[in-house]
């Protein structure tokens, strides 16, 4: 299945992706101290393992219980065939020893122990293949047909100017792994159609939840993990990745076969202790029930991180959800901790009473976030003041999604477990909270999207009223949400423009792209991402024409402002 969906815009990932290479020693102290709770952790289990079997092994011998009576004629040819036994196994003894055939499968032990990463310790790292005694085809040889076998690879793994990553977390037979596929669109290069294949992967180490792409480089990330160069100074190309596990990982999907993240938001030594303090004291039902909640903590999550959200305005901040019921701040550009982690900037605490299953950054106003838990409750508050609520709203059901609309400000869309869609204008929220004090506020417009949960939904950035919604009833919806010609609020008119089973099971992810006007990527039980150009389904260019006409004269106008800006430069660098 996929959990999560995450596009990167074109232009944002290096054309040619580096592989992973430790290169200082610096980055090879930060891999250990990233994985020595893991080598230790499979040491411990190994020794488990082994006394576990010493314990089943260890009880009495197999005892043969017959009759010891035998005759005198067995007893003395028992006795003839022994002596006639030793004398061979002296024999044989002086042949093993000549050869030494006795200590023939005795392997040979290295003194590097063995377990999950014991290769890391052990190994020797080179520059250049050129250095390493053990390669013997070299950098820059050519195969049998007189090419070179990088030049070829370096081809392979070429994403062009004009490609979109889509990224997306998958599980498959208890193995879990972010894949990041190649999108190519059609183009007036290449009409004959577009294209999705897997480009690399990364293996997770828990079951992956929600993704998040981010271009801010985090601090803690070091030569060996950033591929972008000074020239891009902060700006890069990583990607936020939330599990079943309390931390947050941060990956660089300009490298290939990566060992480890750039980064680790949380305390991953704290989870470590506390799990094995539960397994210690965890024998009875009564204390099974008391280790269930771990308490919480301002400075980590202590259960799985259910949504992410990366804030534009302020590339540094990344906003996180959560099972333990909190909403945490984190700053990107902080130094890590000893134990190799990140802590939170700031805890928003109080705020649900269950679960947080969806956080957003507001898209205009930086330093506002709403959030929707397993409660009912909507929260819309300011992060520059903990503790005050600008907003709550209570709706009737469990919360699927949060998403703030890009073209007003001041709206906010809410999707439930019951397939329902909410609209509200958080101003006259909070205006009428203001004055009556109630918090069952009324929405702009209520959508029955789906017959289930409405799992995801989207505001396409390129189009003003194009909303998508998917569900667990395997549909794909897309909606015109006509907007009013006097600018208020409330849309002019709500109608469903088209409607798609693409293939993906019951869809848990659906998202436009971030370059194309009508391009949804969406993903579910099947395992399998699918991409849907709804400009071709039949009525959509009817209804969206004319929007997405003028959003390609905008396109137009940018490329040829960038264009002019881009000339510029190139003078004022040749002066």
Same mark, same amino acid.
């Given at each position: 299945?996929?959990?999560?969906?995450?596009?990167? #815009?074109?232009?944002?990932?290096?054309?040619?992706?580096?592989?992973?290479?430790?290169?200082? +020693?610096?980055?090879?102290q930060?891999?250990?101290?990233l994985?020595?709770?893991?080598?230790?952790?499979?040491?411990?289990?190994?020794? +488990?393992?082994?006394?576990?079997?010493?314990?089943?092994?260890?009880?009495?011998?197999?005892?043969?219980?017959?009759?010891?009576d035998?005759?005198?004629?067995?007893?003395?040819?028992?006795?003839?065939?022994?002596?006639?036994?030793?004398?061979?196994?002296?024999?044989?003894?002086?042949?093993?020893?000549?050869?030494?055939?006795?200590?023939?499968?005795?392997?040979?032990?290295?003194?590097?122990?063995?377990? @999950?990463?014991?290769?890391?310790?052990?190994?020797?790292?080179? *520059?250049?293949?050129?250095?390493d005694?053990?390669?013997? %085809?070299?950098?820059?040889?050519?195969?049998i047909d007189?090419?070179?076998?990088?030049?070829?690879?370096?081809?392979?793994l070429?994403?062009?100017?004009s490609?979109?990553?889509?990224?997306?977390?998958?599980? +498959?037979?208890?193995?879990?792994?972010?894949?990041?596929h190649?999108?190519?669109?059609?183009?007036?290069?290449?009409?004959?159609?577009?294209?999705?294949?897997?480009?690399?992967?990364? &293996?997770?180490?828990s079951?992956?939840?929600?993704?998040?792409?981010?271009?801010?480089?985090?601090?803690?990330a070091? /030569?060996?993990?950033?591929?972008?160069?000074?020239?891009?100074?902060?700006?890069?190309?990583?990607?936020?990745?939330?599990?079943?596990?309390?931390?947050?990982?941060?990956?660089?999907?300009d490298?290939?076969?990566? &060992?480890? =993240?750039?980064?680790?938001?949380?305390?991953?030594?704290?989870?470590?202790?506390?799990?094995?303090?539960? *397994?210690?004291?965890?024998?009875?039902? *009564?204390?099974r #029930?008391e280790?269930?909640?771990? =308490?919480?903590?301002?400075?980590?999550?202590?259960?799985?991180?259910?949504?992410?959200?990366?804030?534009?305005?302020?590339?540094?901040?990344?906003? /996180?959800?959560?099972?333990?019921?909190?909403?945490?701040?984190?700053?990107?550009?902080?130094?890590?901790?000893?134990?190799?982690? &990140?802590?939170?900037? #700031?805890?928003?605490?109080?705020l649900?009473?269950?679960?947080?299953?969806?956080v957003?950054?507001?898209?205009?106003?930086?330093?506002?976030l709403?959030?929707?838990?397993?409660?009912?409750?909507?929260?819309?508050?300011?992060?520059?003041?903990?503790?005050?609520v600008?907003?709550?709203?209570?709706?009737?059901?469990?919360?699927?999604?949060?998403?703030?609309?890009?073209?007003?400000c001041?709206?906010?869309?809410?999707?439930?477990?019951?397939?329902?869609?909410?609209?509200?204008?958080?101003d006259?929220?909070?205006?009428?909270?203001?004055?009556?004090?109630?918090?069952?506020a009324?929405?702009?417009?209520?959508?029955?999207?789906? /017959?289930? @949960?409405c799992?995801?939904?989207?505001i396409?950035?390129?189009?003003p009223?194009?909303?998508?919604?998917?569900?667990?009833?395997?549909?794909? *919806? %897309?909606?015109?949400?006509?907007?009013?010609?006097?600018?208020?609020?409330? =849309?002019?008119?709500?109608?469903?423009?088209?409607?798609?089973?693409?293939g993906?099971?019951?869809?848990?992810?659906?998202?436009?792209?971030?370059?194309?006007?009508?391009?949804?990527?969406a993903?579910?039980?099947?395992?399998?991402?699918?991409?849907?150009?709804?400009g071709?389904?039949?009525?959509?260019?009817?209804?969206?024409?004319?929007?997405? #006409?003028?959003?390609?004269?905008?396109?137009?106008?940018?490329?040829?402002?960038?264009?002019?800006?881009?000339e510029?430069?190139?003078?004022?660098?040749?002066?």
């Open positions: 299945m996929i959990s999560s969906l995450a596009w990167v #815009r074109k232009g944002a990932a290096a054309r040619h992706p580096q592989k992973f290479n430790i290169t200082d +020693e610096d980055e090879l930060r891999v250990q101290k994985t020595n709770l893991e080598f230790g952790d499979a040491q411990q289990q190994l020794e +488990e393992a082994r006394k576990e079997a010493e314990g089943m092994d260890g009880g009495d011998g197999w005892q043969d219980d017959d009759d010891d035998q005759d005198a004629d067995e007893s003395m040819d028992q006795d003839t065939k022994t002596e006639k036994a030793e004398e061979e196994k002296g024999a044989d003894e002086d042949e093993l020893a000549k050869y030494k055939l006795d200590t023939y499968d005795e392997e040979q032990s290295t003194g590097i122990a063995m377990g @999950a990463f014991s290769n890391i310790k052990g190994l020797s790292f080179y *520059k250049s293949n050129d250095d005694p053990y390669i013997t %085809l070299k950098d820059g040889d050519k195969d007189g090419q070179d076998d990088d030049d070829e690879e370096r081809e392979a070429e994403v062009l100017p490609d979109n990553l889509l990224i997306s977390a998958k599980t +498959e037979d208890d193995v879990s792994l972010i894949e990041a190649v999108y190519a669109p059609v183009t007036e290069e290449a009409p004959e159609g577009s294209s999705l294949y897997v480009h690399h992967d990364l &293996l997770l180490p079951f992956p939840l929600c993704l998040e792409w981010l271009s801010h480089s985090p601090a803690a070091s /030569s060996s993990t950033n591929t972008n160069g000074a020239t891009r100074a902060s700006q890069g190309n990583y990607l936020a990745v939330s599990t079943m596990d309390p931390e947050i990982e941060i990956w660089n999907m490298i290939i076969d990566g &060992l480890v =993240p750039s980064a680790v938001l949380g305390n991953r030594e704290a989870s470590k202790a506390w799990e094995k303090q539960a *397994k210690k004291k965890g024998t009875g039902k *009564k204390k #029930r280790l269930a909640v771990r =308490p919480n903590s301002p400075h980590h999550h202590t259960d799985a991180v259910l949504c992410l959200s990366w804030n534009p305005f302020v590339p540094n901040l990344l906003a /996180s959800s959560s099972a333990d019921g909190t909403v945490k701040l984190w700053d990107l550009d902080a130094a890590p901790k000893e134990h190799g982690g &990140l802590e939170a900037l #700031r805890s928003f605490e109080g649900h009473s269950d679960k947080v299953q969806s957003a950054w507001n898209t205009a106003v930086r330093s506002v709403a959030s929707g838990g397993y409660d009912g409750q909507v929260k819309i508050f300011d992060v520059r003041q903990p503790g005050v600008i907003c709550s709203v209570k709706v009737d059901g469990e919360i699927e999604k949060v998403r703030w609309n890009p073209w007003r001041n709206n906010l869309l809410v999707s439930l477990d019951s397939g329902l869609v909410h609209s509200y204008d958080v006259a929220v909070a205006s009428s909270a203001a004055a009556t004090g109630a918090s069952q009324r929405s702009l417009f209520t959508l029955s999207a789906h /017959s289930s @949960a799992t995801s939904m989207d396409s950035p390129h189009i009223g194009c909303l998508v919604t998917a569900g667990l009833d395997r549909q794909v *919806k %897309l909606w015109n949400l006509e907007p009013s010609p006097g600018g208020g609020p409330k =849309p002019k008119s709500i109608s469903l423009v088209a409607s798609r089973d693409v993906a099971g019951k869809v848990f992810a659906a998202s436009f792209s971030p370059d194309e006007p009508l391009v949804i990527a993903a579910g039980s099947s395992g399998k991402v699918k991409v849907w150009d709804a071709q389904a039949k009525g959509v260019a009817s209804v969206f024409g004319e929007r997405v #006409r003028e959003f390609g004269r905008g396109l137009r106008e940018r490329r040829k402002r960038d264009a002019a800006a881009g510029d430069q190139e003078k004022e660098d040749e002066e």
